[in-house]
């Protein structure tokens, strides 16, 4: 496996981990606390936040596949995007099992 391919993995769970973190917070504004200008903030979060979470699912089942990961862990990998924080813990736990399957570069041959 390329380090390319858990990069990007590592990448996505971090953006997404973080926008949900923020739409979590702003739904907190918006109904909890009342605040003006939280709507408009939810709104644009929650949109990113979806269709970031679409790249996260393409990535995460492409580091899953060349795993090799039972169904069970991959479709508790993918859901870590809807939990907030959990993509944060799991990207951890995922960088640190799939670290020794990486295959080192190739020298290069002038």
Do not use: C
């Not at 709104?43 to 699912?57: C, E, F, N, P, S």
């Amino acid at each position: 496996m390329k380090q390319s391919v858990l990069t990007r993995y590592r990448a996505m769970a971090y953006v997404t981990g973080v926008l949900l973190v923020l739409l979590t917070a702003g739904v907190i504004a918006k109904y909890v606390l009342d605040i003006s200008g939280a709507a408009g903030f939810t709104t644009a979060v929650g949109i990113a936040h979806g269709w970031l979470y679409v790249v996260y699912l393409v990535f995460a089942f492409d580091l899953g596949t060349k795993a090799k990961w039972p169904v069970g862990k991959l479709a508790w990998v993918l859901l870590a995007g809807v939990v907030p924080t959990a993509a944060f813990f799991v990207e951890r736990t995922v960088s640190r099992e799939v670290a020794p399957l990486i295959a080192a570069p190739e020298p290069v041959n002038a």
